[in-house]
C-alpha cells in the first residue's frame, strides 16, 4: 500500500515541522507579533466604528434637547397666555356688560320715600308724584313699566321707573331739587360697579387733602394746616353727584366725570 505510505511519511513530516517551530522562540516570537498586530487591528477598526456612531449620537441628543427646549419654550408661552386668558375674558366681559346695563338704565330713575300702598298702580304713584312733588306732567304713555324694589316688609321700598325717553326722565331728574327738605329722593338707577364706585369715592374723601394746592391725593393723617385745607377741598366737591348713570363732580365750573378713583387725583384746585 504505497498510498498509505507516503500520507504516514507526509504526516510525520508534518508533525516535525509543528515540533521544530514550536521549539523556536523566534518563531513564536514572529506568531505572537502577527497576531498582536492584527488584535490592534481589528480593535482599532472596532473603536473607530464606534466613535462614528457615538457622534452621530451625540448629534441626535443635542437635536432631541433642542427639540425639547423649544417645546418647553411653547409650553410655558402658552400656559401664560392660557392662565392670562380667563382674567382678560373677565375684564372685557365685565365691562361689556356693565356698558350694557349702562345704557339700557339710562332712562331710569328710582324713587325713595314715596308711600306705597296694597294693589297700588305704581304708573299712578309716579304720575301723581311728578304732578304734586316736581310740578311735571307725565303720562301713562310716559312710562315703560315700573315697580317696586327690594322685599322690605318694615321700611317704604323704593319704586324704579322706566320711562320711554331719556329726555323725560332727564327734565323730572333735573328737577329733584324741589324735594329738597322732604323725605323723598330721587337718584339715578345706577349700575352696581357705580354704585360701588360711588361708596369708595364718599370714602376716600373723607380722608382727603391736597399736594402743592392743585392736585388731590390720599392722606392718612393731615397735619393742622392740611386739616383747614382738606375743609376747603371737600367744600369744592359737595357737588358729587351723577348724571346719565354716571358719577360726576364739579370744582370751579369745570366737570369731571370720575370712572375710578385715580380720576380724584386729575382735579385741579386752582381758581
Known amino acids: 500500500m504505497p498510498t498509505d505510505d507516503r500520507v504516514l511519511r507526509g504526516d510525520a513530516v508534518v508533525l516535525k515541522t509543528v515540533e521544530t517551530v514550536l521549539k523556536s522562540e523566534e518563531l ?87 308711600p306705597e300702598s296694597v294693589n297700588e298702580d305704581t304708573d299712578a304713584s309716579i304720575i301723581k308724584f311728578c304732578k304734586e312733588k316736581m310740578n311735571i306732567e307725565v303720562t301713562k304713555e310716559m312710562i315703560d313699566c315700573s315697580h317696586r324694589l327690594g322685599k322690605e316688609e318694615n321700611h317704604t321700598k323704593p319704586l324704579l321707573v322706566k320711562f320711554v325717553s331719556k329726555n323725560i326722565k332727564q327734565e323730572i331728574y333735573k328737577n329733584k331739587r324741589k324735594l329738597k327738605g322732604s323725605k323723598l329722593v330721587i337718584k339715578e338707577d345706577l349700575t352696581k360697579k357705580n354704585i360701588q364706585l360711588m361708596k369708595r369715592v364718599r370714602d376716600k374723601l373723607k380722608t382727603l387733602g391736597t399736594k402743592k394746592g392743585s392736585k388731590l391725593v390720599i392722606k392718612e393723617d393731615l397735619t393742622k394746616k392740611n386739616i383747614q385745607l382738606m375743609k376747603r377741598v371737600r367744600d369744592k366737591l359737595k357737588t358729587l353727584g351723577t348724571n346719565n348713570c354716571s358719577i360726576f363732580t364739579k370744582v370751579n365750573n369745570k366737570i369731571y366725570k370720575i370712572n375710578d378713583l385715580f380720576d380724584l387725583s386729575k382735579i385741579n384746585l386752582n381758581k
Open 28 to 114: 513564536l516570537q514572529k506568531i505572537g507579533n502577527i497576531i498582536a498586530e492584527k488584535i490592534d487591528q481589528k480593535i482599532n477598526q472596532l473603536i473607530k466604528t464606534y466613535e462614528v456612531k457615538l457622534s452621530q449620537l451625540e448629534d441626535k441628543l443635542e437635536k432631541a434637547y433642542a427639540t425639547i427646549d423649544s417645546l418647553e419654550h411653547y409650553t410655558r408661552r402658552n400656559s401664560l397666555r392660557i392662565y392670562g386668558l380667563p382674567e382678560s375674558v373677565n375684564e372685557d366681559t365685565d365691562a361689556s356688560i356693565d356698558s350694557l346695563e349702562h345704557y339700557t338704565r339710562r332712562n331710569s330713575l328710582r324713587i325713595y320715600g314715596l
